[in-house]
């Protein structure tokens, strides 16, 4: 694709910018503290998508850009390549997690036990207009329960594992070094599996559920049902160059695992920074989807996450807006010749008929 870059102009340029900005007015402290109070299921999409857990740049992002997700991510994402990597954690276990909400669809009794914890799954979509007339919205407070939950709940696939429900594959240990990063290495193909699940957990939630909703409506060999669904807290442990492993604070995360039932039992897969769970439920299907023997063209590993990158995929979008004004000249020049040439054929071909005419009739 060929377009020329925009030059000339750089006071038109700048006012144009200047433009953007005046309307969002002056960015404060206290406006990005706001955003992060206020939205946080927002902000935990951006961390996801731009692979960067920081809540409070994930607010002046969205700030920074007017609430445009896209242009937040890319500015989260451009920051992101400028920081030194000083560590990589240390693995993290199911039941490390400080869980929050964790609920099965498969199960109705489960190990632990369903928590429903929060979510609007259950309630009326019911629009407080009185909060516009100046009756504050105050939710109704939370009631402790008799017998709190446990803290960390065990694995549902650990108990199927041993009931012989799913086969039991042993997990590898592999060295941080080897560890496939997607952040430093590009998408070849056909990809690790690390790379699939690195792609789709920072993959753009509308591109993923869109492709997850269609496999799940039948272009696609998977029908999913929720094996466990967990919004919790990980553990960031680091280990110190003397040894120590030393803990650094928690981030939120999603998780989740899908059974589909289409032929035998498999699992899919999907976690991602924050709570985000329409998210990670399409990127399990997803995960599943491309993974079967011939997926459809729709299923396959390159269509899928090719097609949820949000940074390539708004920027090829926006790139048109850029001018393009060699390509369509040159096309509306090919436009003119053929209608010019459509026009003289007629012509051509009556002159033709003349001549024909006159020699028939020298001929007699």
Aim: aromatic residues 6%.
């Amino acid at each position: 694709m060929a377009y020329v870059a925009t030059r000339g102009g750089e006071h038109a340029i700048e006012q144009a910018e200047r433009l953007f900005r005046s309307d969002l007015g002056t960015i404060s402290r206290d406006r990005v503290e706001g955003i992060r109070n206020s939205l946080p299921y927002l902000v935990d999409r951006l961390m996801g998508e731009a692979s960067l857990y920081e809540p409070d740049l994930a607010a002046l992002a969205l700030a920074q850009a007017g609430g445009d997700l896209y242009e937040a991510v890319l500015l989260l994402r451009a920051y992101r390549t400028t920081q030194p990597r000083i560590a990589i954690a240390e693995p993290v276990a199911q039941a490390d997690l400080f869980t929050v909400r964790r609920i099965s669809a498969a199960f109705k009794d489960i190990p632990g036990g369903q928590i429903l914890g929060p979510t609007l799954d259950y309630s009326h979509r019911l629009l407080q207009v009185g909060v516009l007339t100046g009756q504050d919205y105050t939710p109704e407070p939370v009631v402790a329960a008799a017998k709190p939950a446990p803290a960390t709940q065990p694995s549902i696939i650990a108990w199927q594992k041993a009931q012989g429900l799913v086969p039991d594959h042993p997990i590898k240990a592999v060295e941080p070094e080897e560890i496939p990063d997607l952040t430093r290495e590009p998408l070849l193909f056909p990809v690790p599996r690390a790379h699939k699940l690195q792609s789709l957990a920072r993959a753009d939630t509308g591109g993923t559920l869109a492709l997850g909703y269609a496999t799940m409506r039948g272009y696609g060999d998977v029908h999913p049902t929720v094996n466990e669904l967990r919004l919790a807290e990980a553990p960031v442990r680091l280990r110190h160059p003397r040894g120590t492993i030393f803990s650094a604070g928690r981030v939120r995360v999603s998780q989740v695992e899908i059974i589909s039932k289409s032929k035998n039992l498999e699992l899919g897969f999907s976690a991602t920074f924050g709570w985000n769970e329409v998210k990670v439920i399409a990127a399990a299907t997803l995960d599943i989807t491309s993974s079967q023997p011939n997926p459809g063209a729709a299923s396959t590993e390159e269509f899928i996450l090719y097609h949820t990158e949000p940074v390539e995929s708004s920027g090829f979008c926006n790139h048109f807006k850029l001018p393009h004004y060699v390509t369509f000249q040159s096309a509306l020049d090919s436009y003119r010749r053929v209608k010019a040439d459509r026009k003289a054929a007629p012509s051509q071909a009556e002159d033709g008929n003349q001549h024909s005419t006159k020699e028939q009739e020298a001929a007699l």
